[in-house]
């Protein structure tokens, strides 16, 4: 079973930066398989990337991802203050999906 | 449009056992490459992934939870349903359905849960 780790645990930063998040399972993955969520305080998870660097419909161009193999991140490019929220990355596989632990964006 | 929404009890007592229905519009159960999950997540804690049942009938479960988990799905009525059996105060959680959807380019499969439900929360206690 595929367990996934995220870093930082906590972001914080200021409209305008930019912001790197990282994913990393334990085992290689495969691409097609990783997606990213956007989760802020009350609200259902929203599917932000798919395939670990295609976004899903209605997803602003800040947001890009990347990586392959292990390692994968999330980048927003130019932090708006509606970006603070918890951010997961998935996994699909063996018929399985597991989520990272989240990290917090704060703007 | 598609939506879900989840629907079941907000309170359930120790040893019990909790069914959840998750009711879905603007796609079909019964076909296309897709499907419907069930996610929960505790109060202040990350989400968690329980069980998934595809268009095709085909469904699988949390390994750490198996035993304790039936997802199902009536086509007739646009709905999945999940139980799980011998509920615990750490099962206080919101629960979630979304839809899975399957993209194929090429040689490659993409998943992923593109439509969520708003959630229902369900609480453990005697």
């Known amino acids: 079973e595929i367990v996934l780790t995220q870093s930082p645990g906590t972001l914080s930063l200021s409209p305008g930066e930019r912001a790197t998040l990282s994913c990393r399972a334990s085992?290689?993955?495969?691409?097609?398989?990783l997606a990213w969520y956007q989760q802020k305080p009350g609200q259902a998870p929203r599917l932000l990337i798919y395939?670990?660097?295609s976004r899903a419909t209605g997803i602003p161009d800040r947001f890009s991802g990347s990586g392959y193999g292990t390692d994968f991140s999330l980048t927003i490019s130019r932090l708006e203050p509606e970006d603070s929220a918890v951010y997961y990355c998935?996994?699909?596989?063996?018929?399985?999906?597991?989520f990272g632990p989240g990290t917090k964006v704060d703007i | 449009q598609v939506t879900l929404k989840e629907s079941g009890p907000v309170l359930v007592k120790p040893t019990e056992t909790l069914t959840l229905t998750c009711t879905v519009s603007?796609?079909?159960?019964?076909?296309?490459?897709?499907?419907v999950s069930w996610i929960r997540q505790p109060p202040g804690k990350a989400l968690e992934w329980l069980a998934h049942?595809?268009?095709?009938?085909?469904?699988s479960y949390s390994p750490s939870l198996k035993s304790r988990l039936t997802i199902s799905k009536d086509t007739s009525k646009s709905q999945v349903v999940l139980t799980m059996t011998n509920m615990d105060p750490v099962d206080t959680a919101t629960y979630y359905c979304?839809?899975?959807?399957?993209?194929?380019?090429?040689?490659?499969?993409?998943?992923?849960?593109?439509?969520w439900g708003k959630g229902t929360t369900v609480t453990v206690s005697s």
């Open positions: 979304a839809r899975v959807g399957i993209t194929v380019a090429g040689p490659y499969y993409y998943y992923y849960m593109d439509v």
């Open positions: 603007g796609f079909s159960l019964s076909s296309g490459r897709m499907g």
């Open positions: 049942i595809f268009s095709n009938d085909e469904n």
């Open positions: 085992q290689t993955v495969t691409t097609s398989y």
């Open positions: 395939g670990a660097s």
């Open positions: 998935q996994h699909y596989g063996s018929s399985l999906f597991t």
